[in-house]
Structures are given as C-alpha cells and as structure tokens.
DNA sequence: TGTTTTTCTTAAACTAGTTTATTTTTTTCG
DNA sequence: CGAAAAAAATAAACTAGTTTAAGAAAAACA
C-alpha cells in the first residue's frame, strides 16, 4: 500500500525535468511546496466561480477539465491523468471551469505563487504550458476542420487507453458531439469491420 | 517616415514587461537578438513544413495564423495585430501552420533561441504564452458551445475593430463556418435591426 | 442474487450548417 | 475611368449532427 506522504513520483518528475537527480535540499523545497490530495471518483477539483485555484500533478488516477454552459450541458476540454498536470492558467481569476474525478484520483497539488516559484528555478516546467498551448491548438484545429467519425479514429489511433477508461457519453463530449451521434458512428463502424 | 531601425516599439514592449525603463544596454541586447522584417499584404511569413520558424511581435499590421487541410480549405487559427504575438510554440519541429500577411505589415522577429534566452530574464514573457493559452481554450469552448450566431455577436462586443479590417469569409473560417452561412447570419442581423 | 440506476442503442423528426451554382456588389488596378 | 477580379448575397438541395423518446444492456449495489 503507497505511503500518503510518499512523494517519489513529484520527485522523479522533477529530476526528469532538471536532467540530474535532486538534492536532499531540492527535495525537500519541492515537498514543502505540494500538497497531496486525493478525491474519490466524481469528487469536485474544482468548481467555476473558485479563485485561487490550484495546479494539479496526477500521480495516479484520472481528471476531467469542462464546463457547464449556460442550458446546463457539459463540454469536456480534456482529461488528464497519471503523470500530467491539470489545473486553470487563468489563476487567481475566478475560473470559469470545473474539474473533477472520473477515478480515484492521488495528485500533488501546488499554489500559484509556488507554481510561479518553481517556474524561475525548472525552467522547464514553463515548457509545459507551451506543450499544452500546442495540443489545445492541434485539438481546436481538428475538431473544426474534421468529422466527429474522423475525430474519433484520431482518438483510438493516439490514445486507446483513454477510450477503455471513459464512458462513451464522456468521449462524445471531447469529440464535441452528442451520445447518440457518437453511437451512430460506433454502429457504422462495427457494421464496416464486421 | 519612420525609419527601418527603428525599435522603440520593442523596447516600450519590454519596459512593460520590465515594469521599469531599460538601460542602453538592454535596449542593444534586445535589439541584437530581434530583426525587424516587413511583409506585404498577401505575403507569407510562415509555410507548413518550415522548421525553425521564428517568433513575430507585430509593430503595425495585421497577420492571420491558419491551417490547409488536406482539401484544401483554409481554418483560421487566431489573428494578430499590432502589439501581439505571432508564432508556432512548437518550434523548431517543421510547422503545420500558415502564417501571411492581411495588411502591409511590419514586425520584430526572434528566433527560438533568443526567444528563450529573453524568458529567462523577462520572466513575464511567459506570461503571454500563458495569456494565449487562456485565450485559445475560450475560443475553443466558445465555438464548441455556441452556435454561429452566438460567436458572431461575441466576436462583435469583444473586437470589433477585427471585422472591420478582415474580409467576410477570412470571419467566417474564424467562427468555423462557410462565408455562405456567414451571409445568412448577416443578412438575419440586418432584417432584424431593420 | 435480484433490483435499481446508469449507460448505450435505435429510430424518427428536425435544424444548423454545407455545397454548388448564379447573380450582384465591391474592390483593384492598368 | 472602365474592365477585370475579388468578395458578398441569395437560393435550393443536401448532410452532419441534434433532439426527444423509448427500449435494451450493462453496471452498481444492497
């Protein structure tokens, strides 16, 4: 069973990121900075409306970043899971989104200030913003220039796991489709390889 | 006239980065690292398949950042005028993006390298990929949550100032439709406010 | 295990947006 | 200025995707 206090895999992520392994001192700055949480299948992260909002490192488990429009239906912007981080950039400002648990999730969570923090010593960790700015853009341009049976292969080819891991109703959301448009796809599919 | 070496633009930029006035050094390490290009209405400034790209904070003009899909049809990314910044974040890998000129512009270009060597001492140069970032998902969750007609009207109250520089059809492939669907929009707009 | 709840499928009627084609309007430029 | 080119409007037929509803299948759970 993994120790609650355990923060090897914080660690690890940070010694990928400095390219060398961490001081005691290193460890322990990282360590003061995080804390670990942990929230149970459909718990709230975080809801629209929170200021302040955390930035969130998945150790294991699995989260969904959405939003709620104005006639109640949800729009999932992504999932992340183990070994990815998750949280609003827009922080301190009210955030306009809700995450929360599609599994049992463990993360290591860090405030802005300390996110800022780390930023100035792992110059690196700011990479990841723009890996994210990279694969936002990539997912807006396909959702707008291909077909939600298009957008669908794409995401079996990239990432399969994610389709064991998630209810359909949930993909269909992140291809920006409706539940049952996106059974309509999986029929015809099934009826091509048959 | 303003005269081709001109930096005054870039150093302004920077001293609000800075939040206080640059000395003459750093205005000449700036300058050194940046190169100041023009483009004429139409030209391009970026293909698809180009590696290496480099990184354009705009003086004066108007420039458009779009893909080609694999028909042929034009998707406008985002547009960037005077004072903003264009460019592929996922430089040096060869671009899939398009970038050319809509008006006659001229811009501060940076590559890569000095791009980043300036984030480390401007750290709220990060700031603007974090900004872009934000942007970006909104336009996304906007044009995955609203309909066309929604996004017009938003597109109106939030910059206006862009549909009167831009054609119809360039808004249109903006707002993830037709320019044909885009006239049925206006022309609705128009008997509505007879 | 059986019952309740959640998820998925199918169908049918509908709508937002596309496509193709034609005409009109506006802009460009020699 | 007038001709040519580019942009916009309109119409009509079409399609990708939605909505609502009802039943089937799967998962949760007591």
New binding site residues.
């Given amino acids: 069973m993994t120790n609650v206090e355990d923060y090897s895999v914080l660690h690890k992520y940070f010694e990928i990121l400095k390219k060398e392994p961490l001081s005691a001192d290193e460890k322990e700055n990282i360590t003061s900075l995080f804390r670990k949480e942990t929230f149970r299948k459909k718990e709230f992260v975080m809801k629209a409306g929170e200021a302040n909002t955390r930035h969130y490192y998945i150790e294991k488990g699995l989260l969904r970043l959405y939003i709620i429009d104005r006639?109640g239906?949800e729009f999932n912007i992504l999932f992340a899971k183990e070994k990815q981080w998750l949280g609003d950039l827009g922080t301190p400002s009210p955030t306009s989104y809700y995450i929360d648990a599609l599994e049992n999730t463990s993360v290591f969570s860090i405030d802005e200030d300390g996110f800022r923090k780390l930023s100035d010593i792992y110059f690196d960790l700011a990479t990841n913003i723009r890996k994210s700015y990279i694969f936002l853009q990539k997912r807006f341009v396909s959702i707008l220039s291909?077909?939600?049976?298009e957008n669908y292969e794409d995401l079996i080819q990239q990432n399969p796991e994610l389709i064991q891991r998630?209810?359909?109703?949930?993909i269909?959301s992140y291809l920006?489709?409706?539940?049952?448009?996106?059974?309509?796809?999986?029929?015809k599919r099934?009826r091509k390889s048959d």
């Fill in positions: 006639n239906k291909k077909t939600a049976d998630l209810p359909n109703y949930h269909s920006g489709v409706t539940p049952v448009f996106l059974s309509k796809i999986l029929a099934a």
